[in-house]
């Protein structure tokens, strides 16, 4: 399984970004896909969830995330993009997608809850 994440890069305080996570050697659409986030001197935190289709499909958000950023899928290229909408110089981080094909997890806000995971994608929001 690999998870490829991108399309991170600088952006101005109160825009937006589109990442991306390609995935291979998992379909999306029957597993648990989430975004997690590392900011400077912080811990990672959870950022974003979709439940997979056969688990309800529901999404989960960090409440500081919550009305801004979207989750969604790409089914058909196997990929899941968070659309983050009114950035803040808070929001600057690594952003890591993460995935795991269980039915159920314990806890989809918990990152040790994920199997798979890709590397970082730096987001950084100017003030």
């Known amino acids: 399984v690999q998870l490829q994440a991108f399309g991170g890069g600088l952006v101005q305080a109160g825009g937006f970004l589109r990442l991306s996570c390609l995935a291979s050697?998992?379909?999306?659409?029957?597993?648990?896909m989430a975004w997690f986030r590392q900011g400077p001197g912080k811990e990672r935190e959870f950022v974003a969830a979709?439940?997979?289709?056969?688990?309800?499909?529901?999404?989960y958000y960090a409440d500081s995330v919550k009305g801004r950023f979207t989750i969604s899928r790409d089914n058909a290229k196997n990929t899941v993009y968070p659309q983050m909408n009114s950035l803040t110089p808070e929001d600057t981080a690594v952003y890591y997608c993460?995935?795991?094909?269980?039915?159920?997890?314990?806890?989809?806000?918990?990152?040790?809850?994920?199997?798979?995971w890709g590397h970082g994608t730096l987001v950084t929001v100017s003030s």
């Open positions: 993460a995935a795991d094909s269980r039915l159920i997890l314990s806890s989809t806000r918990t990152w040790s809850e994920y199997y798979y």
């Open positions: 979709a439940a997979a289709r056969r688990s309800g499909s529901n999404q």
């Open positions: 050697g998992i379909t999306i659409s029957n597993a648990y």
